[in-house]
């Protein structure tokens, strides 16, 4: 199956420093998903985005299915952002099951 | 608008015995998938179901089994609770099966012991 593969698996920033998080994916995808795992356990969608820019407030992400990646960017981070950022992906022809990556786990200090 | 919610927050049961959760999907949806989370990994797929049909089941026993209602809510089963069942188990729902964005309940944590 596809593997899924996120870097760095943890970070530690300081409030209003910037980071970008990356994820590879070894084979195509028609999904790919960017979401915020917070303390609770509660997934987040940040965005869908299986090519392309797009941005959200302070948030941005970008996939290049071309070359298997997709990165996220936060900028000028707060400790709110503190939590597990995950990607997931649907591979082409494998009907609708999500493939979550193994996490980067984001600590944001005052 | 109504997100997906689900039912119980927190369970505990004993190995051997049985479980049911449930998932109310987000108005407009009919398709809804489960996920279990281990403590420290990410969400491995359980099954899909789409119009009260299975649409797809990751590598879990049979053991997992699931329902869909007319109203496209859902149900988790799981019998003959082993150790290794606790985690958190999460329900997703998406306007159809397919590449659509999957939207996530708050979770069920099952503990077993």
């Known amino acids: 199956g596809i593997q899924v593969e996120q870097s760095p698996p943890d970070l530690i920033l300081q409030e209003g420093a910037n980071s970008t998080l990356r994820c590879n994916f070894s084979?195509?995808?028609?999904?790919l998903q960017w979401f915020h795992q917070n303390p609770w356990g509660q997934l987040i969608n940040l965005f869908y985005i299986p090519s392309g820019t797009k941005q959200n407030g302070r948030l941005s992400a970008t996939t290049v299915a071309t070359e298997r990646y997709s990165l996220l960017y936060i900028s000028s981070s707060q400790t709110t952002d503190s939590g597990v950022y995950f990607c997931?992906?649907?591979?082409?022809?494998?009907?609708?099951?999500?493939?979550f990556g193994t996490g980067t786990r984001l600590q944001v200090t005052l | 608008e109504t997100g997906v919610t689900q039912s119980p927050t927190h369970l505990i049961k004993t190995r051997g015995q049985q479980v049911t959760l449930r998932c109310s999907s987000q108005s407009g949806h009919n398709t809804v998938s489960w996920y279990q989370q281990a403590l420290g990994q990410g969400p491995q797929f359980i099954f899909q179901?789409?119009?009260?049909?299975?649409?797809g089941r990751g590598n879990f026993p049979p053991r997992f089994s699931g329902l869909q209602f007319p109203n496209y809510s859902s149900e988790l089963n799981v019998n003959a609770l082993e150790l290794d069942d606790s985690a958190l188990y999460l329900c997703?729902?998406?306007?159809?099966?397919?590449?659509?964005?999957?939207?996530f309940g708050p979770g069920t944590r099952l503990t077993v012991t």
């Open positions: 997931a992906v649907i591979n082409t022809g494998t009907a609708s099951k999500l493939t």
């Open positions: 997703a729902s998406s306007w159809r099966a397919g590449d659509y964005e999957q939207y």
């Open positions: 179901y789409y119009r009260e049909e299975e649409n």
């Open positions: 084979d195509s995808v028609n999904n």
